[in-house]
């Protein structure tokens, strides 16, 4: 007979431990519980991530008019005289995504070791390696890239999804779990402007397409999403303490939303008036694809940090879970998962 089992003489309950396998499997299943709300919500964020990762794919790569839309935006990075197209002639700066990755591993590393979260630091880690290998793996052996428009030799190489976007972005969400819940505002409003500059350098040197940075921000969303729904499967996340943090809103969702809402928004415009609007055998100028891609690479980023935040809202990777006592009353106002004790004895 397992010690929950047990009849106590005095007439009390003892509360279910948390943090223990007992509570992941049984109290952390009861249907209103926590954990089990956090993991639907990032089980369908992942599914959802998952479908628009193939609809990008298949409007943007898959289809005549996306890969000639495409196709222009190397154009208008020629004409571009801005320091950012420059930058594709700096010898030093191609090595920008492997200082990018050393730096990024071991910051999380240092941050989970100092603050002693070491099965959250490996998740960090598992984190960026997963979603580098899965990028990598749909970029050379599923996601093909067909020529459908007979494009020249350089632009039908495949690039989706971007790996330089993938590693900025699995940063960004390695810092999620190792920083504190009170910091992670000030951690990922500053690496998502990390994240962004990167995307938005790959298009500037003429390294990636737009779609190739649309897809890794969505890549990311599923495998963030999926490991958070293992976590919350597992019982180790917890309700945060309802706290105000107006300088996390002024300074981080704020900006985050206004770059989301701005670059989607002028990025779908471009995109339209270059593709859909312009009277037959009338181009557009070489710049308004390169313009409408930047601005929807920029815009997509800033779209997945602020979901991410938004999933995560009230959740503190750092918290043990609310505990539940076995006869359903609880200590903290969720219901516990187990009925109430019967009036009569049962023999």
């Known amino acids: 007979m397992a010690p929950y089992d047990r009849l106590r003489t005095d007439g009390a309950t003892p509360p279910l431990e948390t943090g223990t396998w007992w509570y992941a499997a049984v109290a952390g299943e009861a249907p209103d519980s926590f954990s089990a709300r956090v993991r639907r919500r990032m089980r369908r964020a992942c599914l959802g991530s998952i479908l628009l990762l193939a609809v990008v794919y298949a409007g943007l790569v898959l289809t005549a008019t996306g890969q000639r839309w495409e196709n222009a935006v190397p154009a208008g990075w020629l004409t571009d005289e801005t320091p950012a197209a420059a930058y594709g002639a700096n010898p ?33 880690l598992g984190a960026v390696g997963v979603s580098l290998f899965l990028a990598e793996l749909l970029q050379r052996h599923f996601l093909v890239r067909p020529d459908l428009v007979g494009a020249p030799p350089d632009l ?7 790996g330089h976007t993938t590693i900025a972005m699995s940063v960004m969400f390695g810092l999620v779990l190792v920083v504190p819940y009170r910091m992670r505002g000030l951690a990922v409003g500053l690496c998502a402007l990390w994240a962004t500059a990167v995307g938005a350098y790959t298009m500037a040197a003429g390294w990636h397409r737009p779609s190739d940075t649309i897809g890794a921000d969505l890549l990311l969303l599923a495998v963030a999403c999926g490991l958070l729904a293992l976590l919350a499967r597992r019982g ?14 002024l300074f981080v969702i704020i900006p985050l939303t206004l770059a989301a809402l701005g670059g989607l928004g002028a990025g779908l415009l471009l995109l339209v008036d270059s593709v859909f609007v312009l009277p037959p055998g009338v ?14 690479a920029a815009g997509a980023s800033a779209a997945a940090t602020l979901l991410l935040l938004g999933l995560l809202r009230h959740v503190d990777l750092d918290a043990r879970p609310a505990p539940h006592r076995v006869t359903g009353s609880v200590v903290s106002e969720e219901p516990g998962p187990f009925p109430p004790d019967p009036d009569h004895e049962i023999s």
């Open 236 to 249: 180790r996340l917890g309700p945060a303490h309802r706290r105000r943090f107006p300088f996390r809103t």
């Open 283 to 296: 181009r557009s100028l070489p710049h308004d694809p390169y313009r409408s891609g930047q601005a929807l």
């Open 156 to 162: 039908t190489r495949n690039s989706f999804p971007s």
């Open 92 to 124: 030093t700066l191609q090595h920008l995504t492997v200082y990018s990755l050393a730096g990024g591993l071991l910051a999380l590393t240092v941050i989970g070791i100092l603050r002693r979260r070491f099965a959250l630091t490996l998740a960090a």
